[in-house]
């Protein structure tokens, strides 16, 4: 694709440089591709409508599309440096929802997730348009798994399903919305065979950097589901698959890094810790947390760290009581929410009942006696002696009345 530079752009056009760096900056220019300062724009780009006349507000209130083809908005060029955020969500006033989904999207990492819920049934009740129905649908999700409420879950699939799809590409991205809720609850059986193979072209390509995101927590919910027994992969078993998966998670790291994908950033490295933290790897998983750590505490993004804390036991309390004793407090209120949540909302659609009432070292040895090490193996993984390890295995079937060959279903 060949591409014009701002001047050129200007001059073609009829515009100011300033006017068309603005232009590009909000979103309004298709293609516009930012490279360090600077902005490359296709040499086919239409002239985008001046707003500001009487024609250009008109055609506004008809149709006022997200300045990116994606319902993330926060995981785009949009937010590229930590600490803006809400500095970013001012600047999207032209366009007011975008605006509103952006600012729920950046509340859902903070853990406001009754501001988070107001905003999703706004643009719902407004009937907006595909990205932000697709958007709503999955905020009224993650709603639902915060509060543990099955019939809001259900609202919310039905919504995306909903969305105002023109096309087959759309059609792709709303499929992909569906299994994304789905994965919030590790079930990795939705996700369209393209997507399963690390393929986007279904995709636009701005909703690759949360594609990338959605990538590795497939792998992560498959390497977790085979390690359990609940899902069969020829060749291999146990912790085998999840071993090698930090293999593929680590190079989308390091894209989301070279990107300044900020918010992608943080759910890869996060993502990659629970992987390492599973197979033993504690010292890998320390790194990606504490990087994690220094990108989400500028915006007090709370929410996002309480998230993975039920997937990585007691390393993120402790990695995040080192750096600031406040949002460790606060990040340990939320993940009590949102666990009691979660395993609420878990055990209604699995039809089982997750326990809440596990210590997070109880929790840690059932998990890993459900991946099927012995209680040697398991005193050697988490450096604990046998007897303690025997201790918690009884205690875990005594508050559970199942045998520790069940133990999967309550986690």
Known sequence: M??????????KWELGVRRVQILCAEGKIEGAVRFGRSWMIPKDAKKPVDGRTKAGRMLANEDMPLPRKTPFLYMTDLYHTPGTADAVGESLAYNH?????????VAYS????????????????KHSGFYAVQSAGMLLAQCAVWKGDINMWRRAKVHIAEAPAKNDNDREAMQLAISAVDIMLYNVESFPEWFKKGRF??????????????????????????????????????????????????????????????????????????????????EDAIYHIDKAIELALPDKFYGVL????????????????LVDENA???VKKLYKVYNEGWSKLSGAVRGKTILTTLSAKEREVAKLAAFGMSNQEIADHLSLS??????????????????????????
Request: aromatic share 10%; hydrophobic share 45%; with cysteine.
């Open 386 to 411: 046998l007897s303690i390890v025997k201790q918690a295995v009884r205690i875990v079937s005594e508050k559970s009345g199942l045998p520790r060959s069940d133990f999967a279903a309550i986690l």
């Open 201 to 282: 072209e279904p995709i636009h390509k701005d909703a690759y950097p949360a594609a990338k995101v959605y990538y590795a927590k497939y792998l992560y919910a498959l390497g977790y589901a085979v390690a359990m027994g609940l899902v069969k992969v020829e060749g291999t078993q146990g912790l085998y698959i999840m071993s090698v998966i930090s293999f593929s998670v680590e190079p989308l790291i390091s894209w989301a890094r070279a990107n300044n994908s900020i918010m992608s950033e943080i759910y890869l490295r996060l993502t990659c810790a629970a992987i390492y933290h599973n197979c033993g790897k504690d």
């Open 306 to 321: 309480a998230e993975y804390c039920r997937a990585l036991d007691t390393l993120m309390e402790k990695r995040l009581s």
């Open 110 to 125: 903070r853990g406001e997730i009754d501001k988070v819920y107001e905003s999703a049934n706004y643009l719902l009740g």
């Open 328 to 330: 460790s407090a606060e």
């Open 2 to 11: 060949e591409y014009l530079k701002i001047d050129e752009a200007a001059k």
């Open 97 to 105: 929802e975008a605006q509103v989904l952006f600012e729920a999207e």
